[in-house]
């Protein structure tokens, strides 16, 4: 029997991706691309823009266009808000909340495939309190894998449906963090990225905190280094940018979400900064770590944004020396505060102002990149051939290419940066 898969959404949807199709591979399933015809599908869906609805809907009708026989689960975070709607799908076959898509055979049985017994079958979020295990690679080299140890969010963002979707948040202790921890290093994998929804809120409902387990990975044995994923600014501490200073298993890289540089914006939001603190640990970061490579998340159009907090929001992003946006939309969400909220931005202009901000990304990497010519890096490689060249990343993100060398994939490589062009950087390895 063969199985395909389909990730929408964050880093945290694809580790739980890849170890739910590990299930299936215990039960001899072949796993296959999700464009070839399968037996089962399996869409691990994401609800944090409409955008994101709407592309489930589309992948959910191609997989029955493939195979109009196959089994169709569509699981994860928009299932979990919408599984009623989604269960009146006629291409759909089952509906599998966050807590039930690691259940799939408990819950629909060893052969439900050839019985095709529908099912709907959404634990409600606010009993949502188990914390499931899952890691995944990038990659086939095994280079990197995305490790989740925190789940959930407390936060109450105008703009989210996650909390809805995900439940409190919850991490999975300390000790079982570092067993699995050791075994992702043993299967080979060089570089660990923390997953989460709040990975900075880690520990806080077993009495720990990511800063001590953090001091507890980079103490374990081995060849690798550690990445963060995405870690709130008030919950980066001044601790964690220290310990990334003075050891070479964390990674020179923070990507911070900062939604808006207006203070009237982020107080309707609900964030818990404002524009000053935001602007003084970005600066604090660099000065600690001065080739550290920043991230940052923005959203354009939110409710209430006019061109004056849209000016604010831009010259504070193009005053820091970060060194890339993640620029997003404003989507409308049910059942989320942000809809109480008046003067809504013009869907025109909020996609306006969204690719400002991301003309804005391209010259801020750009500056970052060609700065770094002349400094050596330590990339590790991947595994894929591009056309003879392979690809890695440095430290602090910058993405590198080199011809493909097989000794190289998975090694930590030195590289002296020589050129950059159109955001990819090459140079000479050491």
């Known amino acids: 029997m063969k199985a395909a898969f389909h990730t929408l959404g964050c880093k945290l949807n694809y580790s739980e991706t890849s170890t739910i199709a590990s299930e299936f591979k215990n039960k001899n399933f072949e796993i296959v691309d999700f464009k070839e015809p399968a037996d089962v599908y399996v869409i691990n869906t994401c609800t944090v823009t409409e955008n994101a609805d709407r592309e489930c809907r589309k992948i959910i009708r191609r997989a029955k266009r493939i195979n109009p026989d196959a089994f169709v689960i569509v699981a994860g975070c928009f299932a979990q808000i919408q599984g009623e709607s989604l ?143 995405s870690i709130e600014p008030n919950l980066l501490s001044d601790e964690i940018i220290e310990l990334t200073k003075n050891s070479e298993k964390l990674v020179n890289h923070f990507h911070i979400p900062l939604q808006s540089g207006s203070d009237k914006l982020l107080k309707l939001m609900r964030r818990r900064y404002n524009s000053e603190f935001f602007k003084e640990k970005i600066l604090s970061a660099l000065e600690t770590i001065p080739d550290v490579g920043i991230g940052i998340d923005v959203i354009s159009g939110f409710p209430g944004e006019t061109d004056k907090d849209f000016k604010t929001t831009y010259d504070l992003l193009n005053s820091l020396p970060v060194s890339y946006l993640h620029a997003f939309t404003y989507s409308e969400r049910e059942n989320t505060d942000a809809l109480k909220i008046e003067d809504i931005v013009p869907v025109k202009i909020r996609k306006e102002r969204t690719n400002m901000l991301r003309a804005l990304s391209d010259e801020k990497r750009a500056e970052f990149n060609n700065k770094m010519i002349g400094t050596v890096g330590t990339v590790l490689f991947e595994g894929e051939n591009h056309n003879g060249f392979m690809t890695g990343f440095t430290s602090n993100y910058i993405k590198v290419k080199s011809k493909f060398n097989v000794d190289l994939i998975n090694k930590f490589t030195q590289i002296r940066i020589s050129d950059c062009k159109e955001n990819l950087c090459s140079g000479e390895t050491l």
């Open 87 to 229: 269960s009146r799908m006629p291409e759909v076959d089952a509906v599998l909340g966050n807590e039930e898509k690691f259940k799939i055979f408990d819950l629909l049985g060893d052969n439900f495939w050839e019985t095709g017994q529908s099912c709907v079958s959404v634990k409600p979020t606010d009993k949502i309190d188990d914390f499931y295990f899952a890691s995944s690679s990038e990659s086939d080299a095994r280079t990197r894998a995305f490790f989740k140890i925190q789940d959930g969010c407390d936060y109450t963002c105008s703009y989210c449906t996650i909390p809805f979707a995900r439940g409190k948040s919850r991490s999975l202790p300390v000790d079982d963090v570092l067993t699995q921890f050791r075994k992702i290093l043993s299967d080979g994998y060089k570089e660990v990225i923390l997953t989460g929804v709040n990975v900075g809120d880690y520990g806080h409902s077993i009495g720990t905190n990511l800063f001590a387990l953090l001091k507890k990975m980079v103490e374990e044995e081995g060849d690798f280094r550690i990445r963060i994923s």
